[in-house]
């Protein structure tokens, strides 16, 4: 098995730089995007396979816009269930009713 090349693994900091963090908040942040994000882990040396932190960057947006424009479409449809009923009670029962 061949050995990685320092090409092949990023520092924290390297890392941190790609997220547009700083290395600070990556520290803080690191161990919920591994639990719950599905960030990759660090090698037993503390380093990251490049290849897997890029593919994770190139998916993890398009998984957010995903779950946002889910949220949001759901909140959608709540306001327009929202305002059909608010209509129809209007229409039905009028605005004098008791």
Same mark, same amino acid.
């Given at each position: 098995?061949? =050995? ?25 942040? $690191? $161990? ?7 960030? =990759?882990? =660090?090698? =037993? ?54």
């Amino acid at each position: 098995m061949n =050995p990685a090349t320092n090409d092949q693994l990023l520092k924290s900091k390297e890392v941190a730089s790609l997220l547009g963090w700083t290395p600070e908040t990556f520290s803080r942040h $690191k $161990k919920r995007l591994i639990a719950t994000e599905g960030f =990759p882990a =660090p090698l =037993p040396s503390r380093r990251y396979w490049r290849a897997a932190v890029m593919r994770w960057i190139d998916t993890y947006g398009d998984k957010k816009a995903a779950a946002i424009a889910s949220v949001h479409g759901k909140s959608i449809a709540s306001i327009r269930v929202h305002d059909d009923r608010q209509a129809l009670t209007e229409k039905y029962v009028g605005s004098n009713a008791a």
